[in-house]
C-alpha cells in the first residue's frame, strides 16, 4: 500500500502528517491480522489522506469523510474534522455524555475507521465494490466496526463505543427506525447525517449481539451462516437467517 497526500494547501500537510503516518502504519499492522484471521488476500492500492471537505465533495458526495473506492481507500486523518463531525450528527439533542465523548475522541478511534475500510476488502464478504446486491449492506458494515474495534481498542474502549451507540439508536429510534435493518442505506446518503448514521450504529449493535449473546464469540461461525444463506439462494432476509440458525 502507498499513502498519497492530497490537500488545496501545502500547510495543512504538516498539520496532519504526523497523525497520517501513525494510521498508516498501524492499518499495515492490522492488515496481517486480517490476513491471519480473515482472508484478506489482496491489499488496497493505498490511502489518499484528505481533508473532509475533498472526501466529502471532491472525491465523493457522501457527507462522511472516509470511503473506499475500488481498490483505494479515502480518508481525513484529521481528529479535529471527525470530532465536529460526530458532534453535528446529534442534531443539538441533550446527550451531554455522548458530547462528551466525542469531544475526547481518541487516534485509536480514527484508526478503527480507516480498519473498517481496509476490512471491506476481505474475502469473508460476498460482495464487491461493483455489486448493486444490499440485502446483505447491514451485516458488512456492522462487522467491519465489529472485527477492527475487537483488535484494535482496549476493552474498555469497545465497550464505551458501543454504549454510545445504542444510546444513540435510542435516542434516534423514534425520528430514524422506521424501516427494516435490511434496508440499510435506504436513503442514499440523501438525508440527514444522523439518519445515515442511525443504520450503522443500529448495524452495529446487530452484529456485536449475532457475535457475543448468540455465537459466543465465535466470529468465525458467523461467517460460516452467512455463507450458508448465500449458497441456499438467499431465501430469507439475512437477520431472520441468523436467528433461525443461532
Known sequence: MKQVFAFEKEEKVKDIKDNAH??????????????????????????????????????????????TK???????????????????????????DIRRFYNNLSLEHILVILAHELTHHSDLFLGDF??????????EEGMCFYIPRKHLLSE??????YQVERDLVNAFSEK????????????????SLASIMFDYWRSNMLVKNLVEE?????????????????????????RE?????L
Not at 490511502?47 to 472525491?59: M, N, R
Not at 461493483?130 to 451485516?139: K, L
Not at 474498555?156 to 463505543?161: A, P, W
Open 156 to 161: 474498555e474502549d469497545f465497550q464505551e463505543i
Open 22 to 67: 501513525y494510521l498508516f502504519n498501524a492499518l499495515k499492522n492490522y492488515s496481517k491480522i486480517l490476513e491471519d484471521k480473515y482472508s484478506l488476500s489482496q491489499l488496497p492500492k493505498g490511502v489518499v489522506w484528505t481533508s473532509e471537505d475533498l472526501v466529502t465533495s471532491f472525491f465523493s458526495n457522501i457527507p462522511i469523510p472516509a470511503f
Open 130 to 139: 461493483n455489486d448493486d446486491r444490499e440485502d446483505d449492506f447491514w451485516f
Open 176 to 191: 430514524y427506525g422506521g424501516h427494516s435493518i435490511e434496508d440499510f442505506g435506504y436513503n442514499s446518503y440523501e438525508g
Open 241 to 245: 437467517y441468523f436467528l433461525k440458525q
Open 214 to 238: 448468540r455465537a459466543h464469540g465465535d466470529i468465525q461461525h458467523i461467517f460460516t451462516i452467512y455463507h450458508n444463506w448465500d449458497f441456499e439462494g438467499r431465501k430469507i432476509p439475512l
Open 70 to 96: 475500488q481498490d483505494v481507500i479515502y480518508m481525513t486523518p484529521d481528529v479535529g474534522e471527525w470530532k465536529k463531525l460526530f458532534i453535528r450528527q446529534l442534531e443539538e439533542k441533550d446527550l451531554p
